[in-house]
């Protein structure tokens, strides 16, 4: 602990020197919640070991009550293959097995009719096992329900005239149950009851009536299938007698012998057709070929330019050889017109006559182009007049169709209907002779793949599995209840806990005294009328005098610390006077101020010891019970104070005592008055320390009157019993004292219990560190 108030004393004084502290984490998170755990088991480990025990016995009490259960399997193969010619017949389509439909053939096996069915057969009614006459875990539990249910209590018998009754039923349906096996076809039943034999028989009949109603269900369908065919077939042959009736009818109506009479020529229609197609391709390029003709005569034949176009005219230009004749001599002129002009320039005579020349050339060109587009021209027009022509024609040839296209559908819609009529009654009447067939063949589309055979060994109770559930059961059950008590746990345990909740530091933790019988003091040792006269303190019990009985003990020890947590207070220059309290009564205040001052003045300090707890003086019963003046007789000046102080021969400690004579109503305002505020400046002035036995913050507030008296308050909390928020709710109550308060100080604190609440310092609390420098244990 003087590590912690020396921790804390460093942290107050950081603001004033201005020196940073290096700050060390106390562990990593795996290492807390490890010791946590370590702890809780150690805390808790009975509740653990009593639960699991509980429980345990529970599940062997099961087991032994419980009747065993012997489950009996069967399976069963959907969609059987059929011969080919069989599903060639058959009247039904065979559509493959999906999850859809084999969850259906899982539901008709539960269904009730199956469970009526088995229970008829094998007179289940009065099995003892489904009728509750037996004595079972199962039967007990079904008689409470009954019993705890609202409404009439009716025994119904397991059968009535229309049946076996729905309790019998369901119980018959608990017991049974069906599933695929993984992604196949296969069913797997199984049923449960309290002899193998019974079991696997059940079973069987389940499986054989499941089949036995497939069957069943096929002949129904297969039967109302070819009546209904039969019906159909009827009607389909009338209709295609009455179609083909109708057909001859409007033939012979309309002098149609067969469906090619007077066809129209759609021959004569594609060709036309085409050759428009082909008109229309040859205006289309005489169109294109005219314009390139009037292009190129927009032109000026007199400049050489408009020669650069004439070979976009196209392949009638270039083919002529009137053009290319010209064109020739063009092209010679113009190279001799370039050598001459390069020899004698562009203005001599024979250039000038040589380019005349080639102007002539250009203009007979022109007109030989001139020509072409004519004839260009006449071609486009004679495309034009034959377009019109086969337009005329197809036009005709269309409207002629006309005239017997009306009749030919006619009598093609009814050939056709006809022909419809005429084959699907065929088709029907070849299913209805394979359904007449099929009902004499008989096969079913399931099957049993093995009968079931009597379990060897029961299913229920599971003696391995009940017993490990029991105990991890336990386990975990004891474990939950240890952590919800550890957390409604909410006392003080540790240093580390009163430290981290009310923000103060833990400045000791005081061991808890074996409560020993004080030994009877001798008759000289015994306090005296002189005694009295000459105010000699009373020899305290053997738990008051322990720092001067057992100066080397843990006890003794700790209250050291508290001494020089006081002399080491950072908070004020001086700390005097110190004012010891509690929350809540009788958690160890008095004991430990009246310690304090008996190590002070063991010390050779001068120290006196004031009783402030007026209305019950238990400090002042204990040191001077036969004290007639006290505090309250000194502060209304009726007894000096050298009249009234009591003093402990073995440490010179000087003590005033608390006389009390009758109720006292204002004891607040007796501490908070003037003539007490005189009194401890006196004390002060006389006194190294003075030690005031103050009264609890909870119950009374004397103490909150006393801020102005006290230069430092401790406040001592009892081990495992104050509860946090009793202490949380005191200081809120008390701002002034929370804020004079020098730390607090765990008392009665079970030192062997420690090592299991504070993991991280379990070392610390060993006996074996103080024995090792001369101290005793606790």
């Known amino acids: 602990m003087l590590q912690n108030n020396l921790r804390h004393t460093d942290r107050l004084r950081l603001p004033v020197t201005g020196l940073a502290q290096p700050v060390q984490a106390d562990g990593s998170g795996i290492n807390d919640v490890i010791n946590f755990g370590i702890g809780l088991l150690r805390r808790q480990y009975l509740v653990i070991l009593v639960t699991a025990g509980l429980v345990t016995a529970a599940s062997l009490l099961y087991l032994r009550l419980a009747s065993p259960t012997y489950t009996a399997q069967v399976q069963i193969l959907l969609a059987n293959p059929k011969p080919q010619f069989v599903q060639q017949q058959s009247l039904l389509a065979e559509p493959a097995f999906d999850l859809s439909q084999i969850e259906t053939q899982l539901q008709l096996l539960r269904s009730k009719a199956t469970a009526v069915a088995v229970i008829d057969q094998l007179k289940l009614a009065d099995d003892p096992d489904f009728n509750g006459s037996g004595l079972s875990l199962q039967s007990l ?7 705890a249910s ?3 209590k009716k025994d119904s018998p397991p059968y009535t005239q229309t049946g076996p009754s729905d309790a019998l039923v369901d119980a018959f349906l608990n017991r049974l149950s069906a599933g695929r096996v993984g992604f196949s076809n296969v069913i797997e039943i199984s049923f449960s009851s309290s002899t193998a034999t019974r079991a696997a028989e059940i079973v069987n009949a389940v499986a054989n009536t499941y089949v036995a109603d497939q069957l069943n269900a096929k002949f129904d369908a297969n039967r109302r299938g070819t009546s209904w ?6 009607d389909l042959g009338d209709q295609a007698l009455a179609a083909q009736r109708a057909v001859d009818v409007y033939k012979a109506q309309n002098n149609i012998v067969s469906s090619d009479g007077k066809p129209i020529d759609e021959q004569q229609i594609t060709e036309l057709n085409s050759r428009l197609g082909a008109a229309r391709a040859q205006i289309s390029e005489a169109t294109a070929k005219l314009a390139r003709y009037e292009t190129l005569l927009a032109s000026d034949p007199t400049k050489p330019s408009s020669m650069a ?8 230009a270039m083919n002529s050889q009137i053009i290319t004749g010209l064109r020739q001599q063009y092209l010679e002129l113009t190279r001799r017109e370039a050598e001459l002009s390069a020899r004698v320039g562009r203005d001599h005579l024979a250039v000038v006559n040589i380019r005349n020349r080639a102007r002539e050339f250009r203009v007979s060109i022109f007109d030989e182009v001139k020509r072409l587009a004519e004839v260009s021209r006449s071609e486009f027009e004679l495309a034009k007049q034959r377009q019109q022509e086969i337009e005329k024609q197809l036009s005709a040839a269309v409207s002629r169709s006309r005239s017997v296209n009306s009749a030919e559908l006619t009598i093609r819609d009814l050939e056709s209907r006809a022909k419809g009529l005429r084959s699907l009654y065929e088709t029907f009447l070849q299913r209805y002779m394979g359904s007449a067939q099929q009902e004499t063949f008989s096969i079913s589309e399931t099957r049993v793949l093995f009968p079931a055979s009597p379990p060897p060994s029961k299913s229920k109770p599971k003696t391995r599995l009940v017993l490990a559930l029991g105990i991890l059961g336990g386990f975990a059950l004891g474990i939950g209840l240890a952590l919800l008590r550890d957390l409604m746990d909410r006392v003080f345990r540790t240093s580390s806990q009163v430290e ?10 005081v061991p808890l005294l074996p409560a020993r019988k004080s030994p009877k003091p001798p008759v000289g040792l015994q306090q005296t009328q002189d005694d009295v006269q000459q105010r000699i303190a009373s020899s305290p019990t053997a738990i008051h005098r322990t720092v001067i009985g057992m100066p080397l003990s843990r006890y003794t020890e700790a209250i050291r610390s508290i001494k020089l947590a006081i002399d080491h207070n950072p908070a004020k220059l001086s700390s005097q006077v ?10 160890g205040k008095t004991t430990i101020a009246a310690s304090l001052a008996q190590l002070i003045g063991h010390t050779g300090k001068k120290a006196i010891i004031v009783d402030c707890d007026l209305r019950n003086p238990s400090l002042s019963a204990i040191f ?7 505090i309250i007789e000194v502060a209304n000046g009726s007894r000096s104070l050298a009249d009234t102080i009591w003093r402990d021969p073995t440490t010179n400690l000087a003590f005033l005592p608390a006389a009390r004579r009758g109720p006292l109503l204002h004891t607040s305002e007796i501490l908070c ?25 909870t119950p009374l507030v004397d103490v909150r009157a006393t801020s102005s008296l006290i230069d430092g308050y401790i406040l001592v909390v009892e081990w495992g019993r104050t509860k946090i928020d009793v202490v949380q709710h005191a200081l809120h109550t008390a701002p002034n004292v929370h804020e004079l308060l020098i730390g607090t100080v765990l008392s009665k604190t079970d030192t062997k219990a420690m090592a299991r609440y504070d993991g991280h310092r379990s070392y610390y609390y060993h006996d074996s560190h103080y024995i090792r420098y001369g101290l005793s244990g606790s």
Do not use: H, M
């Open 229 to 234: 065919l039969q019906e159909r077939l009827r």
């Open 141 to 147: 539990w079904e008689r409470i329900r009954s019993w």
């Open 624 to 630: 001077a019970p036969k004290a007639v003046n006290g």
């Open 500 to 509: 981290t909740v009310l923000e103060l530091p833990c400045l000791s933790l």
């Open 150 to 152: 609202p409404g009439p």
């Open 309 to 316: 176009t004439l070979d976009a005219v196209g392949a009638d």
């Open 673 to 697: 008055a003037d003539a007490i505020s005189k009194l401890f400046d006196r004390l002060r002035a006389d006194y190294d320390y003075v030690i005031v036995d103050l009264p609890p913050l």
């Open 578 to 587: 110190i004012g010891i309290t509690s929350a809540l009564p009788n958690e």
